[in-house]
């Protein structure tokens, strides 16, 4: 069975800093290139970041790049997002999966989600 499990969310200020992990089982994980989408209130999904399978070849949308850092570690089976100077328009619900996303669907296999909000 494939599981895909997010952790690290929570509550931050404006400019602050918080790291996801996304911990996988039942599948090839080294063999997977994955992605992490958000759902902010009320909205739709939408790409943040995507990875290859050896990390050499991380992607970002154009609204977190040079803000967020996307990592992954094969041998923990475990991928990562590193946000740093986190805005409100963050705030969100924040998914991992070895999936894609089209026309705002989500397709493939994807974790449950972790709540991110960026508040002061």
């Known amino acids: 069975e494939v599981q895909l499990v997010e952790s690290g969310g929570g509550l931050v200020q404006p400019g602050g800093s918080l790291r996801l992990s996304c911990a996988a089982s039942g599948f090839s994980f080294s063999y997977s290139a994955l992605n992490w989408v958000r759902q902010a209130p009320g909205k739709g999904f939408e790409w943040v970041s995507g990875?290859?399978?050896?990390?050499?070849?991380?992607s970002y949308a154009d609204s977190v790049k040079g803000r967020f850092t996307i990592s992954r570690d094969n041998a923990k089976n475990t991928l990562y997002l590193q946000m740093n100077s986190l805005r409100p328009d963050d705030t969100g619900v924040y998914y991992c999966g070895r999936g894609t996303l089209v026309r705002g669907r989500r397709h493939g296999d994807w974790g449950q989600g972790t709540q991110v909000t960026v508040s002061s």
């Open positions: 990875i290859d399978t050896s990390g050499s070849r991380p």
